[in-house]
């Protein structure tokens, strides 16, 4: 389905990438169903909370520099802001800028507003943002509240446009509307792509980095300078400016396949901007996949070779010691799909075994209308690999983790990192998207883990003095009892 910027919101990953959050088998048997259409997704009769689209969008947006969010919704919504708020310092830091707060504003929709609306509350919310934030654009959010009630967003927002002279973009991404949480990145997207990103005037050598923190970007500008290439990371650390002139890059890549592909596309099919559709630039395979596709679609393949020939002969000798010190070790990954079917690879490469992989969901495409390229290069190795997908659903990754024993878990969400140490489990919380990236990336993961392996006190420890909340009773019977039956 193309990405339609005449469209008022994005369609959710479930409407348009077939994604799934209830699955567990094997990757040869996940990829294969889902490139002949018969993967189904298998609801739980029993469900524990999970993040949702709200947040993810409020999370990506408040880090443009320039822009601020009005959350039409009931406080609680915005409590995503603390974690908002923490990853804007971080990203703040990484600059060497200074600490600021996120620019947002909840309307604080209240129960008498459920009945009688809050149209009035909006209009109040934006002009308050206009007043205190002076912003180039202002993004506002919904909620289920705002959704369930049908608050007319669209007409409150063209009503003020007239007085207000700078883009005023809805982002509707109500929690109800879709269990993938992603489904968040791509209503801040579509809101970017329709309000904010203008048409070409001309063509320049930027290259569109989609990312969050972008720790690496010293790193990546020197990579891309070998090319004569120059990132714009986006879209936190953005400015509105940078964003609106998207549409002028040479191409676009990612650091993730999930967060990449509704911008990608999106620019590619409406501005002509060559989407690079590959692996993640994470560890070897994933680093010469993303560099030589990025050559490909700029013309600079000799350059590409020419660098990554130099830089992976390098990291030989020292990738072997790596290897033969994590040779043994069995680990369970638990990431978003992208990361997840990557690190995978990635940890592979290390030398350690992956004994089960789960990912928060499965996108069955892409917007480019393929299978994911890290999941299908998994399926088409010799090994069938057990993987599972639940959105972040604990109380199976729990039992499933007694079950495996493995000596590392792997996760990029820290809700469930903490939850293996308790149970006595080394565990590695990625939370910088850029680690493990490109080759030298790989090395430090790989020593990352040689120490989580090497002392793994705190989890022990831990696990001596904590009372886990889930019963043998439960520890004992199959991980994936609660799944039910695929509806054919
Ligand atoms: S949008 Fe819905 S699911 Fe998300 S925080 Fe608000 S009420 Fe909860």
């Given amino acids: 389905m193309p990405i339609n910027i005449q469209n008022i919101e994005a369609a959710t990953r479930e409407n348009r990438l077939g994604a799934i959050t209830g699955y567990h088998g094997t990757i040869k048997d996940l990829v294969s169903k889902a490139t002949c259409c018969s993967l189904k997704n298998r609801e739980r009769c029993f469900s524990q909370t999970s993040a949702c689209s709200a947040g993810c969008a409020q999370g990506y947006l408040s880090g443009i520099v320039d822009a ?48 009688f609306g809050a149209s009035e509350k909006l209009k109040e919310g934006i002009r308050e943002a206009v007043r205190r934030f002076h912003p180039k654009a202002i993004f506002i959010t919904s909620s289920c509240v ?62 569109n980095m989609i990312n969050f923190r972008g720790s690496a970007k010293e790193e990546i500008s020197r990579i891309l300078a070998e090319l004569d290439l120059e990132p714009v990371f986006v879209a936190p650390f953005s400015t509105v400016e940078e964003l609106s002139k998207m549409s002028e890059s040479a191409a676009t890549i990612s650091i993730c396949g999930t967060l990449g592909s509704y911008l990608g596309n999106g620019l590619e099919e409406q501005y002509g ?11 070897i395979a994933g680093f010469e996949s993303w560099l030589r596709e990025l050559g490909k ?9 020419a660098y990554l020939k130099e830089q992976k002969k390098k990291i030989e000798p020292e990738l072997a010691e790596i290897r033969e010190k994590l040779n043994g070790y069995k680990v369970v990954v638990g990431m ?139 520890l004992n019977q199959d991980s994936f009892s609660l799944l039910k039956e695929e509806v054919v």
């Avoid at 679609?297 to 070779?305: I, N």
């Fill in 273 to 283: 901007v060559p989407y690079v559709k590959s692996l993640q630039p994470h560890g």
């Fill in 297 to 305: 679609v700029t013309g600079k393949e000799s350059e590409a070779e």
């Fill in 336 to 474: 978003g799909p992208s990361f997840g079917h990557n690190y995978i690879r990635i940890i592979k490469e290390l030398g350690a075994e992956v004994v089960w992989g789960a990912t928060w969901h499965f996108d069955q495409h892409y917007d480019h209308g393929t299978c994911p390229e890290s999941s299908r290069k998994l399926s088409e190795e010799e090994t069938n690999l057990p993987v599972s997908v639940g959105d972040q659903q604990n109380f199976e990754l729990l039992n499933l983790l007694n079950r495996l024993k493995p000596d590392i878990y792997i996760s990029r969400h820290g809700g469930s990192a903490v939850w293996a140490t308790k149970m006595g489990i080394a565990s590695v919380m990625v939370a910088d998207e850029y680690s493990a990236f490109g080759f030298q990336g790989l090395l430090d993961f790989g020593y990352r883990l040689i120490d989580m392996v090497t002392n793994r006190s705190l989890a022990k420890n831990l696990a001596k003095r904590v009372k886990l909340p889930y019963t043998d009773w439960w």
């Fill in 146 to 207: 705002s959704g369930v009630i049908g608050e007319d967003i669209k007409s409150i927002i063209d009503e003020l446009q007239a007085e207000i002279p700078i883009p005023l973009a809805p982002v509707f991404c109500e929690g109800f509307k879709s269990k993938v949480w992603a489904s968040g990145f791509d209503a801040a997207f579509h809101a970017i792509l329709t309000k904010i990103v203008k048409p070409s005037e001309k063509k320049t050598n930027k290259v």
């Fill in 68 to 115: 601020a969010i009005v959350n039409h919704a009931p406080i609680g919504c915005a409590s995503d802001a603390v974690y908002g708020n923490t990853t804007n310092k971080w990203g703040e830091k990484i600059r060497g800028w200074k600490h600021t707060n996120i620019r947002l504003i909840s309307t604080n929709m209240t129960e008498e507003d459920t009945v």
